[in-house]
């Protein structure tokens, strides 16, 4: 059975500083895909970076980055030079790509605060 | 903007009673998921549905249904409501299987709270 774990406390970040948020997953499946979201207090879902399994580089949008270490089965989150409006909740989340069921299975989230 | 809609944004009932969230997926989009997201039990996959037919079922209780109409806007019915049914109910959507490895889009949920 896939499974995600987050199991960073709340982290805080600096404005204008790098963080990284942990991911580690486990699954059976040769191909899937690893996906980070951002909910922030108003509450919708926001899609960020997708990486694939067999993607050979690491996936980047703007200011996120995944560094993704598939020996090690971790998909961490890079957000570079932290914004205000980078505090909220982060979900790494994963889809197993065979078959016809594509859920996505969540990690518990974490919250990460950005300090002026 | 995901382009994903759902309605309502809040609902307040009774326990007992029936409630009906409604979601229209982004344009061209087959497949639409529901997930539930409460404080004990984190983001869960309820049901998938792809072009009209149910696709998987996750943890989905009996006294939750859905269904996906021909022009692809989804129904997750939800009766004989319990207090511990209160809950952030998300609806995602995602292109056809096929067209590439795509994100799950999300709408902007439906927040209900059972009393």
């Known amino acids: 059975a896939q499974k995600i774990t987050q199991t960073q406390p709340g982290m805080f970040v600096q404005e204008k500083e790098a963080v990284t948020l942990d991911c580690t997953y486990d699954?059976?499946?040769?191909?899937?895909?690893l996906f980070w979201y951002k909910q922030p207090s108003s509450g919708e879902m926001i899609f960020l970076i997708y990486?694939?399994?067999?993607?050979?580089q690491n996936a980047t949008e703007g200011r996120y980055s995944l560094n993704f270490q598939k020996a090690r089965k971790s998909a961490n989150l890079v957000i570079s030079a932290s914004q205000l409006g980078d505090s909220a909740m982060y979900f790494c989340?994963?889809?197993?790509?065979?078959?016809?069921?594509?859920?996505?299975?969540f990690g518990k989230g974490i919250t990460l605060s950005v300090r002026p | 903007d995901s382009g994903v809609t759902q309605t309502p944004k809040h609902l307040i009932t009774a326990t007992g009673q029936r409630v009906t969230l409604r979601c229209s997926p982004r344009?061209?989009?087959?497949?639409v998921y529901w997930y539930q997201q409460s404080l004990d039990q984190g983001l869960q996959f309820l049901i998938q549905?792809?072009?009209?037919?149910?696709?998987a079922k996750g943890n989905i209780l009996e006294r939750f249904s859905a269904q996906q109409f021909p022009d692809l806007h989804s129904e997750l019915n939800l009766s004989s409501l319990e207090l511990g049914d209160s809950a952030l109910y998300f609806c995602?959507?995602?292109?056809?299987?096929?067209?590439?490895?795509?994100?799950?889009?999300f709408g902007p949920g439906t927040r209900l709270l059972v009393l």
């Open positions: 549905y792809y072009n009209g037919e149910e696709r």
């Open positions: 995602a959507s995602s292109p056809r299987r096929g067209e590439g490895a795509g994100p799950q889009y």
């Open positions: 990486q694939g399994s067999y993607d050979q």
């Open positions: 699954t059976s499946d040769p191909s899937y895909g």
């Open positions: 344009s061209g989009d087959l497949s």
């Open positions: 989340a994963m889809r197993e790509e065979a078959g016809a069921n594509s859920k996505l299975t």
